[in-house]
């Protein structure tokens, strides 16, 4: 053989070694990151499930006024009562602050989504 056989023979060696080396450094790191990233959802996943409420009026609200509207007409106090049913959802509205904070609860959830997809895309290359 002659000497750049042997240069590119040692070459593709090397190239490999690096390669190889390279590719587990990577795959145990997306490892990391899809564990990582799994965690973190289920956990953004429990908050924004726990805060949910504070977005939607409270029903025990509507039923007490309905209710207290029903024996105001049952004691026959029809002015106390009004001519249209209490509907105290629909004065309701989420504080902006509820608003936000939800807001980037769902933005951290997507990252946290769009990592873990990211992963698994190099993983499976």
């Known amino acids: 053989k002659d ?12 190239a490999e070694e690096h390669d190889d080396e390279f590719l587990e450094r990577y795959n145990s790191d997306m490892d990391i990151v899809l564990v990582f990233s799994g965690l973190f959802s289920a956990v953004s996943t429990t908050f924004i499930v726990a805060m949910e409420a504070s977005l939607s009026p409270d029903p025990n609200e509507t039923t007490h006024a309905l209710l207290t509207q029903l024996v105001q007409i049952g004691l026959g ?14 004065t309701f509205s989420p504080s902006i602050a509820n608003i936000r904070i939800q807001s980037i609860a769902y933005a951290s959830l997507s990252f946290s989504l769009l990592a873990a997809f ?3 895309l190099g993983k499976q290359w």
Request: glycine share 10%; hydrophobic share 35%.
């Open 118 to 120: 990211g992963a698994v």
């Open 77 to 90: 106090d029809f002015t106390a009562a009004g001519s249209t049913p209490a509907t105290p959802a629909s």
């Open 3 to 14: 000497k750049r056989s042997r240069f590119w023979g040692q070459y593709k060696r090397v």
